[in-house]
């Protein structure tokens, strides 16, 4: 595990790594098109030029409407000509969906977090329920995966972002409202009439979950929640009144082109959530918003920057559309961390509590 | 200080904090907080109903007089009146002399809160709240409440709305209140002065939160009433349960009989203007003449242009500063654009003021009072609102008025002319009604202000056959 490296061996660990999927992806024996053609027309080899990760500001931050124009396809190393492969999509977005195809990598990541999370947290056998998006998501196999490796069974509610995006839209705020009471009484039967232990779903699902039903009562031990902003209050209230305080609760920052950032352990009576990424397959900056290149000092606000690096897929210096504060290692994860995720630029002056 | 959140009367202490100045930070609530807290709230309807009406409004009346003169808890600490005074006017820039003008309206609102709720429920008798009876001119009437929860997203600059939802606590109906971020005091000292006086603790909800934390409370609660411009009314238009108080655009309107006694009136004009820094929805926007626009406009702007910024604790200050200088940078700057952009405007209180419209003085932002000439009804400028002393003054025939004015909170029509008296009263354009010249802000207690909150909470039953047991 991660929390076997120094700081140091972690950080000569990702620049090793760097190294070797820079040449994965820039050699033509291995590489995908897409690559390759941006590197001709670039003007610029990347593997001469990155030999560490502090190289990699060689690059440009990534545009993500690349995943929307280009064909999947291109996306295809060499190596894995042939083999078949998923095409994943990203969360809530309309109109021409954002895709990236992967094989194993989210094996790899769910495994990772299986690993990290011991039988006391989630036990070992049970059955999941996931309530949330499925359809083309990476998230509805990978949720599927961890439970399996568990050696359980997934159940599934469908809740389309599309849709209660469009409603939102559209000022249907009661349709909206309906939909999500049709999403929880899905939930609610699938709990009631299976031997379900352990729930992944999103927080304002699982608080509604816990508005119809007393989850410790239906025997709920574990539930994994990500994909909206957590505040410490918001962490508080989850853990305190949603689950009773009788519940393991882990937090998750992740998306289809990261995977997803484990949250670091935290004392009792401490709120605050700090993500720490998949190191060294994905790495999480918090950069200064006006010059990417550069890192904000810790315990402040930037915006997040993650570059993804497997053999799969390679993503350099994305900007997420979310901030977050700059955190240091921590036993865990010996390398930074993000705290306090929110939606970029949403933030009016707020006091932070305990930023470690 | 620590301003925390009170669910049903309980203090909670959030994780996440706000800080408002040096000295202040609010507990933020996250919109779970409400959503469960009104899964209790068949409590707190109980708590209420355990206590006669006649009873609720003696506390109200007490409550009146603690608001005024009492220390009261507030957060992790006390708050005398002058303490309250101070604080409300560091943050929102109120000067302290309308910090106490509002503070009179909320005292008069509670300490005549008989009259007050007597003239939303047309005289019956208090007793209504405790049984669901009365008896109206030998009728018997059957109202029953609509909601469990009356749920309140406040605005920050203008404390005496606050008076509007606390007949919901006579009633019998708790209330849940989001304050706006820049006065969490008042509602706060309104709420401690009505525990201290009697009220039950758990008919009070409190709830520093964000935006999507606002709309929970409204959509949540059984009924709701919030406050904002056109936005905030299109935004809530689908809900039925919620009553919003959008922008005033409240009107003068000058008979054909009254337009030789413009002269008369002329701190009429000006106090409907100005009153209460301009901010409220009650103050006039808008002027409209039969005849002689440009002598009335001339007499009005000079008397307009008198109203200079002075500080804060001035006993003579008027005007408020702009906590949000950029928003006082960006209201002058759009009524300029719209004097250069579009013709036929003209600022007549720009010859008669002592420099520029947007000032700073004292530390702070302000801007001074405004009186726009318009040659059409149709300009931009000629039926709008901001939060300072502004208003225009069309020139029309009285007969093309009505037409004219659109949603209007407060009509003052200067007319003895009874057709026209009696076309006014069935406009449905006219939210509140002046006949004869009293400024548009004339407040009496017992006519509704906006809507009436007993028809909002309480529906009227029929209810035949035997009732003797009831009686």
């Known amino acids: ?262 949250s670091k352990k935290r004392e009792p009576g401490e709120y605050s959530l700090t993500y720490h990424a998949p190191q060294p397959r994905a790495t999480l900056r918090v950069v200064d918003p006006k010059d990417s290149t550069k890192l904000v000092e810790y315990g402040e606000y930037g915006r997040v920057e993650l570059t993804t690096m497997t053999k799969e897929f390679f993503v350099p210096r994305f900007l997420e559309r979310d901030e977050a504060i700059r955190r240091p290692e921590c036993e865990e994860f010996p390398w930074d961390g993000v705290g306090d995720v929110r939606p970029f630029q949403s933030g009016t002056k707020a006091v932070i509590e305990g930023v470690y | 200080m620590q301003i925390p959140i009170l669910r049903l009367g309980e203090t909670y202490h959030s994780a996440d904090l706000a800080e408002l100045n040096d000295n202040l930070t609010t507990h933020t609530a996250n919109p779970g907080l409400i959503r469960r807290d009104l899964l209790r709230i068949s409590e707190s309807k109980a708590a209420l109903d355990a206590i006669p009406a006649e009873t609720l409004a003696d506390y109200c009346e007490a409550a009146a007089e603690l608001f005024m003169t009492a220390d009261l808890p507030c957060g992790d600490s006390t ?73 309140v997203s406040l605005p920050s600059n203008a404390p005496a709305v606050n008076s509007l939802w606390i007949p919901a606590l006579v009633m019998k109906i708790p209330v849940l209140l989001k304050p706006g971020r820049e006065d969490p005091f008042t509602p706060l000292r309104i709420v401690q002065a009505m525990i201290q006086a009697g009220f039950p603790k758990q008919a009070f909800g409190f709830y520093p939160t964000t935006h999507e934390g606002g709309d929970t409370l409204l959509t949540s609660c059984g009924a709701g009433i919030s406050f904002g411009s056109d936005v905030t009314v299109k935004k809530y238009a689908p809900f039925k349960t919620i009553q919003v108080h959008g922008t005033g655009r409240s009107k003068i309107l000058i008979g054909e009989d009254y337009i030789d006694k413009w002269q008369d009136h002329l701190d009429v004009f000006v106090t409907s203007i100005a009153a209460n820094g301009g901010r409220s929805c009650i103050n006039t926007s808008s002027i409209l003449v039969p005849s002689g626009r440009d002598d009335i406009a001339e007499a009005i702007a000079a008397e307009l242009a008198k109203v200079e910024p002075l500080a804060r604790d001035d006993q003579n200050a008027l005007l408020c500063g702009f906590a949000n200088t950029d928003l006082a940078s960006g209201i002058d700057g759009m009524i300029e654009g719209l004097l250069e952009d579009e013709p036929g405007a003209t600022d007549v209180t720009a010859k008669f003021r002592n420099g520029d419209r947007k000032v700073e003085a004292f530390d702070q932002t302000y801007l001074r009072p405004t009186l726009i000439a318009c040659d059409s009804k149709e300009h931009s400028l000629a039926n709008t609102e901001f939060m300072f002393p502004f208003a225009s003054i069309v020139q029309m025939p009285q007969s093309e008025m009505l037409e004219s004015i659109g949603e209007t909170l407060v009509v003052s029509a200067f007319t003895e002319d009874k057709d026209w008296i009696q076309d006014l009263m069935i406009s449905p354009d006219i939210e509140r009604l002046n006949i004869g010249p009293f400024p548009t802000n004339r407040v009496q207690w017992e006519q509704p202000h906006e809507g009436n909150l007993f028809e909002f909470l309480y529906r009227r039953r029929a209810i035949q056959g035997n009732l003797t047991s009831v009686k």
């Open chain 1, 1 to 262: 595990m991660s929390a076997s490296l120094t700081v140091s061996e972690a950080s000569a660990q990702l620049d090793t790594h760097t190294r070797e999927m820079i040449d994965w992806h820039f050699s033509p024996e291995t590489g995908c098109p897409y690559w390759l053609d941006w590197a001709k027309a670039a003007g610029w080899d990347p593997r001469e030029k990155v030999k560490c990760f502090a190289d990699m500001m060689h690059f440009d931050n990534f545009d993500d409407e690349v995943l929307r124009k280009e064909d999947p396809a291109k996306f295809i190393p060499k190596q894995y000509l042939g083999r078949p492969y998923n095409v994943f999509e990203t969360g809530g977005t309309t109109g021409m969906p954002k895709q990236r195809i992967g094989w194993d990598d989210y094996k790899t990541d769910y495994t990772e977090f299986s690993e990290h999370y011991g039988p006391d947290f989630f036990p070992q056998g049970a059955n999941w329920l996931m309530v949330g998006p499925t359809g083309p998501r990476r998230l509805r196999m990978a949720i599927e995966h961890l439970a399996n490796i568990r050696g359980g069974a997934c159940y599934f509610i469908d809740l389309d972002p599309r849709w209660v995006k469009r409603l939102i839209g559209m000022g249907e705020m009661q349709m909206a409202k309906a939909y999500q009471e049709h999403v929880i009484d899905q939930a609610v039967t699938i709990i009631r009439h299976r031997d379900i232990q352990c729930l992944f779903t999103t927080p304002r699902l699982l608080e509604s979950l816990s508005l119809r039903m007393s989850l410790a009562d239906a025997g709920i031990r574990g539930v994994f929640a990500g994909g909206t902003t957590m505040t410490p209050q918001y962490v508080k209230f989850i853990q305190e009144e949603v689950l009773e305080g009788k519940i393991n609760y882990a937090p998750t920052y992740g998306n289809t082109l990261m995977g997803l950032a484990i």
């Open chain 2, 79 to 151: 708050q005398s009146p002058q303490e309250y005074i101070e604080s409300l006017s560091d943050l929102t820039r109120l000067p302290h002399t309308l910090v106490k003008m509002n503070m009179g309206k909320i005292h008069a609102a509670m300490s005549q809160i008989r009259t007050v709720i007597g003239g939303l429920t047309r005289g019956m008798s208090l007793e209504i709240f405790d049984r669901g009876l009365a008896s109206v001119d030998g009728l018997d009437v059957n109202f029953y409440p609509t909601t469990s929860s009356l749920g």
